[in-house]
T-cell receptor, first 115, second 115 residues
Framework: GAGVSQSPSNKVTEKGKDVELRCDPI?????LYWYRQSLGQGLEFLIY????????KSGLPSDRFSAERTGGSVSTLTIQRTQQEDSAVYLC?????????????FGPGTRLTVT | AQSVTQPDIHITVSEGASLELRCNYS??????LFWYVQSPGQGLQLLLK??????LVQGIKGFEAEFKRSQSSFNLRKPSVHWSDAAEYFC?????????????FGGGTRVLVKP
C-alpha cells in the first residue's frame, strides 16, 4: 500500500523566501509528526497533530515555523523568511494513533537548502 | 529531560561479522525504546521496539536488542552482517506527553560494511 509521501523531495530557496513543505500521511492515520534532521542538531521533533489539532507547538524552532493539517489528512509545514540554519531534511511520519504501540511510519523527507 | 546517546558515530564491520550498536538513554520513567534504520535516500524504518516484558526483543532483518535497566542501555545486535545492512541507525526514546507523544533520537551510528 501507499506509504507516507512528501513533496517536494528537494527544495532550494534563497534566504528570506517562504517555503511550504507538504506531507501526505497514510490513509486513516490520525496522528502526524514533523521532524527535522540536520548535521548540527541530529533528528529533532518539531510538532505533532492529532486529527487537525496541534496541541503543543513548543518544538518549533522559531515563530517563523508554522504547520497546519486539514481534513485530518495532508499537512503543510511553512517556514517564513528562511535562514541558512533552516537547511535540513524535514521528515514527516504518520501513525494510526498517538500511542507508542502504533508505529510511526516515516516519509522519505524533503531536503531544504537555503542559499 | 530525556536524552539518548549513541557513543559511536561510525562503525566499520566486515560482511559476515557480528555487529553491536550502543545506545544509552536518560529518562525518568519506564522508557519506550526504539531502533530505526535509515538507508541512503530513504526514510526511517522501524527495526524493533521495547515497551515492557522480555528484555530481549527481536526485530526485522535479523536484528535484536537487549534492554538493560541497570545500565540504561538498549544495544542493537546482529550476529552476521550483510552488505545491505550498511546504513545509519538511530536509537530513540518515546516520551508520553499529556496529550500525545514524541520520539527523542540519538545522534545516529553510521555502519559501513566491508566485503
Amino acid at each position: 500500500g501507499a506509504g507516507v509521501s512528501q513533496s517536494p523531495s528537494n527544495k532550494v530557496t534563497e534566504k528570506g523566501k517562504d517555503v511550504e513543505l507538504r506531507c501526505d500521511p497514510i490513509s486513516g492515520h490520525t496522528a502526524l509528526y514533523w521532524y527535522r534532521q540536520s548535521l548540527g542538531q541530529g533528528l529533532e521533533f518539531l510538532i505533532y497533530f492529532q486529527g487537525n489539532s496541534a496541541p503543543d507547538k513548543s518544538g518549533l524552532p522559531s515563530d517563523r515555523f508554522s504547520a497546519e493539517r486539514t481534513g485530518g489528512s495532508v499537512s503543510t509545514l511553512t517556514i517564513q523568511r528562511t535562514q541558512q540554519e533552516d537547511s535540513a531534511v524535514y521528515l514527516c511520519a504518520s501513525s494510526p494513533s498517538l500511542h507508542f504501540n502504533h508505529e510511526q511510519y516515516f516519509g522519505p523527507g524533503t531536503r531544504l537548502t537555503v542559499t | 529531560a530525556q536524552s539518548v546517546t549513541q557513543p559511536d558515530i561510525h562503525i566499520t564491520v566486515s560482511e559476515g561479522a557480528s555487529l553491536e550498536l550502543r545506545c544509552n538513554y536518560s529518562y525518568g520513567a519506564t522508557p519506550y525504546l526504539f531502533w530505526y534504520v535509515q538507508s541512503p535516500g530513504q526514510g526511517l524504518q522501524l527495526l524493533l521496539k521495547y515497551f515492557s516484558g522480555d528484555t530481549l526483543v527481536q526485530g526485522i532483518k535479523g536484528f535484536e536488542a537487549e534492554f538493560k535497566r541497570s545500565q540504561s542501555s538498549f544495544n542493537l545486535r546482529k550476529p552476521s552482517v550483510h552488505w545491505s545492512d550498511a546504513a545509519e541507525y538511530f536509537c530513540a526514546v518515546g516520551m508520553i506527553k499529556a496529550a500525545g507523544n514524541k520520539l527523542t533520537f540519538g545522534g545516529g551510528t553510521r555502519v559501513l560494511v566491508k566485503p
